[in-house]
């Protein structure tokens, strides 16, 4: 027994905590992000608010309520509980009964019936460590249920601006239509008068006739827009929901932190460095396995109504031979609390990258947006100088097309630009791991998990 004891307390030295924090320190959390623009304050919460959109909050809510793969997320939610009671239940007695009664050929019968109790000595930790690992995996469910929340959020959000520049590419292109069909007139005039040829007619008919098939494509768009977010607000796709004239302003840009911070932040990762836990406890559990297991059982009965009669008995029961099966499970759970590792360090890059990426494209976009305002208001000024030479017989018509299809695309590049700021800004908000609504994304899972963690260091020290 003594060698048993000396072999299980020198079976492992590593702790849950710090195989994350090795993960951590291989990878660079520097200060500040790359792409900062000198906002490293705290992290705000309730990122919504800041688009100040009224239908935009409804549709939320509505999603938050009616979105069927987050219900389905939920049910996963219960299910990870339940595993964690069914794994808990193992450190507990179970207490169950018996009874019979029996007829015999020769008419006489008989009776029993007894109570009895038995219990799992976890002598070794092997049923601590399987509860900590289902613990661990459960929390870590959670706060991938945490994330879904936000990315639905995120998703709704960026469906809503998406729908907006649909309706805005829309509302270009039928007045890009009527401006062909103006300049089709001109020259229809200009031909009467015979100052140009047919060629120009024809041409001015196809350019009208392209920018009808705009109309139509651009018409087909905020329908297809429109479904998308139906679908992310659970409801049937049908291209019925109606989205706003306007674009919401862009709000003003938020504090950033630093890199660290988004580890304790970001519920994705609080999933993976859950992963990890739940991956140890399950080595630890693979491990103690090569240990016997006591157990503890008590029971007494009544037999045709003799005197009640009582029972303690104490077992042990231990492996000598498996066929390398415990081995094996050794080195299953080993190579899976590799993957944890591995899976966690990946993630953390990951979103570094994200976040990296959001904020240099918010540079990005927003110096484009300014050019391309210039360029917009530069194209008019060059196509109303363009229309009037054509007028006088200046110019060829092909001047005209040219300038007006560089206005066109200008145009219509500043509107997507300006939707994809807002989407941009959404993305950031996601990267940065700030709430959608008041609370920390994260926060309901992180204060489970010290609790988790507290309760965890009272069993080891009782």
């Known amino acids: 027994m003594l060698l ?49 959109d009224t239908e935009l909050d409804k549709l939320v809510d ?107 590419q829309e509302q270009l292109s039928k007045q890009i239509v009527k401006e062909f069909a103006a300049t089709r007139e001109l020259v229809n005039v200009k031909f009467d008068l015979g100052e140009v040829l047919r060629k120009d007619v024809s041409q001015a008919q196809a350019d009208l006739n392209s920018a009808k098939d705009s109309h139509i494509q651009a018409q ?51 999933a993976k460095e859950e992963q990890l836990r739940s991956a140890f406890f399950a080595v630890q559990d693979a491990e103690l396995a090569r240990f016997p297991t006591f157990s503890l059982s008590v029971g007494g009965g009544l037999s045709n109504g003799s005197n009640f009669l009582s029972a303690l008995a104490a077992g042990v029961t231990g492996p000598i031979y498996t066929g390398g099966a415990i081995e094996a499970g050794i080195e299953n759970a080993t190579a899976a609390q590799k993957g944890a590792l591995a899976s966690y360090e990946a993630a953390i890059i990951s979103v570094f990258k994200d976040v990296e990426t959001s904020l240099n494209n918010e540079k990005v976009l927003q110096q484009r947006s300014e050019v391309l305002a210039l360029a917009v208001e530069d194209y008019k000024t060059a196509l109303k100088d363009t229309q009037t ?4 017989g200046e110019v060829e018509l ?5 300038q007006q299809t560089k206005l066109d695309a200008s145009r219509s590049t500043d509107l997507h630009v300006k939707s994809l700021l807002l989407q941009n800004r959404v993305n950031m908000y996601l990267g940065l ?26 069993e080891k020290n009782n």
């Open 4 to 52: 048993l004891a000396q072999g299980c307390s020198s079976h492992r030295i590593d702790t849950p905590d710090s195989l994350g924090e090795e993960v951590k320190t291989k990878v660079d959390t520097t200060k500040e992000f790359n792409a900062e623009q000198g906002v490293t304050g705290k992290v705000e919460n309730n990122w919504l608010k800041t688009f100040n």
């Open 62 to 168: 509505e999603a938050l309520e009616h979105n069927p793969n987050l219900k389905a997320a939920s049910f996963v939610v219960e299910q990870a509980a339940a595993q964690t009671k069914l794994a808990s239940a193992a450190l507990q007695p179970t207490v169950g009964y018996n009874g019979g009664v029996s007829n015999t050929s020769v008419g006489s019968s008989s009776s029993s019936g007894g109570i009895g109790a038995s219990w799992e000595l976890d002598v070794w930790g092997r049923v601590s460590a399987q509860v900590q690992s289902a613990r661990s995996s459960q929390r870590a469910i959670e706060a991938d249920y945490a994330f879904a929340k936000q990315s639905l959020v995120a998703e709704v959000s960026k469906a809503w601006f998406s729908l907006i520049e649909t309706i805005q």
């Open 220 to 270: 087909n768009a905020v329908k297809n827009s429109s479904r998308a977010l139906e679908l992310l607000l659970g409801r049937y796709p049908s291209a019925t929901l109606i989205g706003q004239a306007n674009l919401p302003q862009l709000p003003l840009f938020p504090q950033a932190g630093v890199p660290a911070e988004l580890l304790q932040r970001r519920p994705d990762l609080i």
């Open 389 to 392: 030479q054509y007028e006088l």
């Open 398 to 402: 092909t001047l005209v097309q040219i």
């Open 433 to 458: 791991g700030g709430g959608f609504d008041s609370d920390d994304a994260g926060s309901e899972v992180k204060r489970a998990i010290e609790v988790d963690k507290k309760e965890a260091k009272k």
